[in-house]
Nanobody
Framework: QLQLVESGGGLVQPGGSLRLSCAAS????????IGWFRQAPGKEREGVSC????????NYADSVKTRFTVSRDDAENKVFLQMNSLKPEDTAVYYC??????????????????????WGQGTQVTVSS
């Protein structure tokens, strides 16, 4: 069974940066599309970003485009989310999730899909002055 663990969250001031990590064990992440999600208090969970198996394609929610960058390092079995120019509205618990896809599937999976199979425990990001 694939297991995911997020880390790197914390308290930062508006305009600051954080780098979140999603570390996998039990299987190689190169078989999976990886998504980042977040959930703020009192709000629905929302998709943040997705990266395909090869790392050659990624997408982002409009609210984080130009500020966040997702990447993967299959040698370390990790996926990262670099978050820059953070805003108070970015405050949330951030989760990574994985869904296995065949090798010919070179795009991402919708964040609204019910196919996301594996989830991490989440890491808290708080942006406040």
């Amino acid at each position: 069974q694939l297991q995911l663990v997020e880390s790197g969250g914390g308290l930062v001031q508006p305009g600051g940066s954080l780098r979140l990590s999603c570390a996998a064990s039990g299987a190689s992440l190169d078989y999976y599309v990886i998504g980042w999600f977040r959930q703020a208090p009192g709000k629905e969970r929302e998709g943040v970003s997705c990266i395909n198996r090869s790392g050659g394609y990624a997408n982002y929610a409009d609210s984080v485009k130009t500020r966040f960058t997702v990447s993967r390092d299959d040698a370390e079995n990790k996926v990262f989310l670099q978050m820059n120019s953070l805003k108070p509205e970015d405050t949330a618990v951030y989760y990574c999730a994985a869904v296995a896809v065949p090798s010919w599937f070179t795009s991402c999976v919708s964040h609204e899909s019910d196919e996301w199979q594996y989830w991490g425990q989440g890491t808290q990001v708080t942006v406040s002055s």
